[in-house]
């Protein structure tokens, strides 16, 4: 017997702005995804470059580690492991070709301008008003429970406010788009509502869910 379900929401406008772009970027082929975009920085192709020590033309999650870290801020293991699920291609292994690398450099060129933007107190870390209002001015009106709900992913377990780093701003930020942008796949119309099967409900929201660490 199927089942389906109807879910219904109001946290996110169809038209905000700012988003950040990740679309399109796993519908490449391996043989697409071979060599850098036309237009693709010198330093990005450089930090590529730098990593890929087999020259391979792909590199893992060790390699991104230290190209992402080099040329932003320090990421995480869990971090890196979600952003190479969401920018690989689905033909190829855990790995990142040039063209997944270019496009997941730009993608954290504009979560760093939010983070930059939002980070009223200059203290490198964002806590959760802060996160409120950056998610809000990128169109998500996510209610204080679920950010709650997200931002216990993060904690240490003392109970103390949970500050978040670039990293971890970027995987909460990119949760919150990923899940989103699936749900509107279902609603057409932006009308905040959306009914689906179970099956369409486990495929869209468990892999955001699974623990990268």
């Known amino acids: 017997m199927s089942s389906s379900y109807h879910f219904q929401s109001q946290?996110?406008?169809p038209s905000a702005p700012e988003q950040p772009p990740y679309s399109?970027?796993?519908?490449?082929?391996?043989?697409?995804?071979?060599?850098f975009?036309?237009?693709?920085?010198?330093?990005?192709?450089r930090s590529f470059q730098m990593v890929d020590r087999d020259r391979s033309g792909f590199i893992d999650e060790r390699e991104l580690q230290q190209a992402l870290s080099s040329g932003f801020h320090h990421f995480n293991l869990r971090t890196i492991r979600f952003l190479m699920f969401l920018f690989k291609s689905?033909?190829?292994?855990?790995?990142?070709?040039?063209?997944?690398?270019?496009?997941?450099?730009?993608?954290?060129?504009?979560?760093?301008?939010?983070?930059?933007?939002?980070?009223?107190?200059?203290?490198?870390?964002?806590?959760?008003?802060?996160l409120r209002d950056a998610l809000y001015g990128i169109g998500y009106a996510v209610p204080g429970s679920v950010l709650q709900l997200l931002l216990s992913k993060y904690g240490d377990g003392s109970g103390r406010r949970v500050e978040l780093g670039f990293d971890s701003f970027v995987e909460c930020g990119m949760i919150i788009?990923?899940?989103t942008d699936k749900f509107k796949e279902k609603d057409t119309r932006y009308?905040?509502?959306?009914t689906l099967s179970y099956d369409a409900f486990m495929t869209m929201v468990l892999p955001f869910l699974?623990?990268?660490d």
Do not use: M, Q
Request: glycine share 10%.
């Open 210 to 212: 699974v623990s990268y």
């Open 11 to 13: 946290s996110y406008a």
């Open 90 to 130: 689905p033909n190829l292994p855990l790995t990142i070709g040039p063209k997944e690398f270019a496009a997941l450099w730009s993608c954290l060129g504009h979560w760093r301008g939010i983070f930059e933007r939002y980070d009223k107190d200059r203290s490198g870390k964002i806590d959760p008003l802060e």
């Open 24 to 35: 399109n970027y796993h519908h490449t082929s391996s043989s697409a995804s071979s060599s």
């Open 177 to 179: 788009k990923g899940l």
């Open 37 to 45: 975009p036309p237009g693709t920085p010198h330093d990005v192709i």
């Open 191 to 194: 009308t905040g509502s959306a």
